[in-house]
Nanobody, 130 residues
Framework: QVQLVESGGGLVQAGGSLRLSCAASGRSISSNVMGWFRQPPEKEREFVAS????????YYADSVKGRFTISRDNAKNTVYLQMNSLKPEDTAVYYCAADARTRPWYTGGYYSREDAYDYWGQGTQVTVSS
């Protein structure tokens, strides 16, 4: 079992930056693909970014490409989401997720799906004011 705890959310002005962290406990996530999703107010949850177990490959939603960066520190069992040039439409609850399985492949399209993940954090609120 893996527990995921997000932190780093808050209120920021448009154009500002935030870095979200997702700390995993229970077991190592160094062999598992990790992802970030978000749920804007009154909307469905949507994919933001994913990262391969080694960190060498990443995949982003078009809406955040070039502004957000996902990374991981396997020694700390932590995944990060650096968010720059934030816009009001980035306002959402941000969730970290983990695939329970160790797969010999990584496909960005597959890992943009919610059902690719088995473990989810409780979410952290990000609010971007205009």
């Amino acid at each position: 079992q893996v527990q995921l705890v997000e932190s780093g959310g808050g209120l920021v002005q448009a154009g500002g930056s935030l870095r979200l962290s997702c700390a995993a406990s229970g077991r190592s996530i160094s062999s598992n693909v990790m992802g970030w999703f978000r749920q804007p107010p009154e909307k469905e949850r949507e994919f933001v970014a994913s990262i391969s177990y080694s960190g060498s490959r990443t995949y982003y939603a078009d809406s955040v490409k070039g502004r957000f960066t996902i990374s991981r520190d396997n020694a700390k069992n932590t995944v990060y989401l650096q968010m720059n040039s934030l816009k009001p439409e980035d306002t959402a609850v941000y969730y970290c997720a983990a695939d329970a399985r160790t797969r010999p492949w990584y496909t960005g399209g597959y890992y943009s799906r919610e059902d690719a993940y088995d473990y989810w954090g409780q979410g952290t609120q990000v609010t971007v004011s205009s």
